[in-house]
């Protein structure tokens, strides 16, 4: 399987218009992802009953899943992939000396993410290529020997198969290969931090199975097809009642080093710090709303509880409808990578499930969507996909059912071989930064707040600033008492992972949602107003100042009114910089984040610009100043130049707004 070739990113120009610089990216693909999202609601997706699937084109997409295998890479991310050992080692002619050197290549990563996966055996992998079956166990003794040694366990993914033949000459014998997973052991010392984490979101539309398939996967256990399942994993009563999702819920799923997963029919959240305890590695399933009024719930889960990848949830008797839709368009906006579920496949009729399949594949193939479809069939398939998940271009697709359990194991060893999306190792290094998204008062305890820790390491003890204040908007100095991880106390948490911290003389009215725990060395202030670059998705009618949404920034949920644009109106595809000023009160906000913003359903996505903390004029120049990074104008570039790409395609209602269009375009065309 050949290796693709690496990705050009488009060049990023500056230019001046209105006031106003704006980047923008050279490249189609970059430039279509937001009418992709458009598109989301066009026909094609929403469960034709015209649409079938004959068995000629059963073998059409069965060929397209298959030529997706050709486009993936056989490791992880190129920036975190270890050399193999002969090309790291050329001179080497002993297999052990090749093999050796790659043990150690492999140690930096094993030590910085707690993972990682070998390939053995072949071309691409790590060590020497075409093994005999007896160098290749050896192989592995010599990965199990290095793995012990170092505080992990090495367990056999696939293997010992066979590859091509071992010398260039016709009849050559066959090598053998295999694939090793290396996990560090559960943290057994009192300092260890906890073991490494991944967010993953479920989304989906209403009566999807999303609660089910989280109890089903928790509770290791069967559905009995009437509500059992979910029943483990509702927080309220009136969620129980309706047998609907209302609030977010966090549900934790524990593995060992060997990739078995710790929980049993006793697993609950109040007891699953023994669970912890043991877990070499630890996924945190985020169950989120399918219901259309529970929207800005599940935009705030999407957004505040920074999810590493999403899981979209599709009943295989409903089809791609309702909010299904509008959650992929959420996920698109955010850059979280998704992969998708169809479930309920023991009821569903085998054409409504080919429609479905066939369905959900032509949304990922729309323009700006442009995801590449790969059913999930075999072990083989979930390693392929789990490792090439970073790349944000692949889509996998399970069928399961939680009744009978059909591919139910192959989600589960998706889960265990998905890797973390960010390096969280660099930005544990600097200083430490806590967002808070819930608040409690523990009797007997004190204030407790639990959120992410976004950088940094935080201990108990610590010293640091707790903002902004409902009051002043300024930042004050508090004390971290003490720290929990899943309900397990802990001497240390690090970037990448959520936490409760109890804090030191606060009262439960001094914190809210929104609010952040920052290291005195970031000098952190509250902004009452942000510049952004923002595309506008779906709107009924113009956008001009004074327009009020709610922001979904990270934790930052509240309503914002248009102060200041450099444009008089916004349709849909429209590009535009604007500026934003909170209703309510300040907010901690940074460059680089991006939000999406919504009036009842998603309206525009953008990415924060530059914050300013007082404005002598409001809106009188969008130029900003000193603030905007060169990061944030790259992850806008998408942003303005999708929007760009939108525009032409819009069709206006009467002959002014046409003439207004083609000014517009004229402007565009121009810069």
């Known amino acids: 399987m050949g290796r693709p070739e690496p990705s050009v990113m488009s060049h990023h120009h500056k230019h001046k218009h209105g006031g106003l610089h704006h980047g923008y990216a050279a490249g189609r693909d970059a430039a279509s992802w937001v009418e992709g999202i458009n598109l989301l609601d066009d026909d094609g997706g929403d469960g034709n009953p015209s649409l079938k699937m004959d068995a000629s084109a059963d073998a059409q997409h069965a060929g397209e899943c298959s030529d997706t295998a050709s486009l993936l890479t056989p490791h992880g991310d190129a920036s975190i992939h270890v050399p193999s050992g002969s090309a790291a080692c050329p001179g080497a002619d002993d297999w052990r ?87 560090k052991l559960a943290p057994v010392a009192k300092g260890d931090p906890p073991p490494p984490e991944v967010r993953v979101a479920v989304i989906g539309n209403v009566d999807s199975g999303k609660s089910t398939m989280v109890g089903v996967l928790t509770r290791s256990m069967l559905d009995d097809g009437r509500g059992l399942a979910r029943s483990k994993v509702f927080k309220f009563a009136h969620e129980e009642a309706t047998g ?5 819920g966090q549900h934790t799923l524990c593995l060992d080093a060997g990739g078995a997963i710790l929980n049993d029919g006793l697993f609950r959240n109040q007891t699953c710090g023994k669970y912890i305890g043991r877990a070499a590695k630890v996924i945190t399933l985020v169950d989120l709303a399918g219901h259309e009024k529970y929207f800005r719930t599940t935009a705030y889960g999407l957004t505040g509880h920074m999810p590493d990848y999403a899981c979209l949830m599709i009943g295989a008797n409903m089809g791609v409808v309702g909010m299904c839709k509008e959650h992929l368009g959420v996920a698109l906006a955010l850059k979280v990578p998704a992969f998708f579920v169809v479930t309920k496949v023991d009821i569903a009729p085998q054409h409504i499930l080919k429609q479905t399949v066939q369905n959900l594949m032509t949304v990922l193939k729309k323009p700006g969507v442009s995801k590449k479809p790969y059913l999930v069939r075999t072990p083989d398939d979930a390693l392929l996909c789990a490792r090439n998940m970073h790349a944000d271009s692949l889509a996998p697709i399970f069928l399961t059912s939680a009744v009978t359990g059909t591919g139910l194991e192959l989600v589960r060893l998706f889960y265990n071989l998905l890797p973390q999306r960010h390096r969280w190792a660099e930005k544990q290094r600097e200083p430490a930064e806590f967002v808070i998204d819930e608040t409690f008062s523990v009797p007997g305890v004190g204030t407790v707040v639990a959120g992410t820790v976004k950088r940094g390491v935080i201990a108990p003890n610590a010293s640091l600033l707790l903002g902004p204040d409902p009051g002043d908007a300024g930042f004050h100095a508090v004390s971290v008492k003490s720290i929990h991880y899943k309900r397990l106390p802990v001497q240390r948490v690090v970037a990448g992972q959520t936490a409760a911290m109890c804090l030191r003389k606060v009262s439960r009215t001094q914190v809210r949602k929104g609010m952040a725990l920052v290291d005195e ?42 102060v200041a644009m450099d444009r008089e109106r916004l349709r849909s595809g429209d590009r535009a910089c604007v500026r934003f000023r909170f209703i309510q009160r300040p907010e901690y906000i940074t460059p680089n984040a991006r939000f999406v913003f919504r009036e009842g359903r998603t309206k525009g996505i953008g990415v924060v610009m530059e914050t300013e903390h007082e404005f002598h004029k409001p809106g009188a120049d969008l130029t900003g100043g000193a603030a905007r990074t ?17 525009a032409p395609a819009r069709k206006d209602k009467d002959d002014g707004d046409q003439c207004a269009g083609s000014r517009d375009q004229a402007g565009g065309s121009s810069v």
């Open 630 to 646: 060169s990061g944030a104008a790259a992850a806008a570039a998408a942003v303005t130049a999708a929007a760009a790409a939108a």
């Open 521 to 562: 060395r970031i000098k952190p202030k509250a902004s009452w107003e942000f510049n952004a670059d923002i595309a506008i998705l779906t709107h009924s009618t113009t956008i001009t100042p004074r327009y009020q949404a709610v922001i979904h920034c990270e934790i930052i949920r509240q309503a914002a009114r248009v």
């Open 244 to 248: 609907r999702t209302s609030s977010i």
């Open 97 to 183: 000396t090749m093999m050796q050197h790659a043990l150690e290549l492999a140690a930096p990563e094993l030590e910085e993410v707690r993972e990682v996966v070998l390939e053995l055996g072949t071309p691409d992998g790590h060590g020497p290529a075409a093994l005999t079956r007896e160098q290749l166990e050896e192989c592995l003794k010599m990965v199990a020997d290095d793995a012990e040694a170092r505080g992990a366990a090495s367990s056999v993914l696939r293997g010992p198969r066979q590859v091509e033949g071992r010398g260039a000459a016709p009849g050559a014998e066959p090598g053998f290969a295999a694939d090793v997973l290396v996990r």
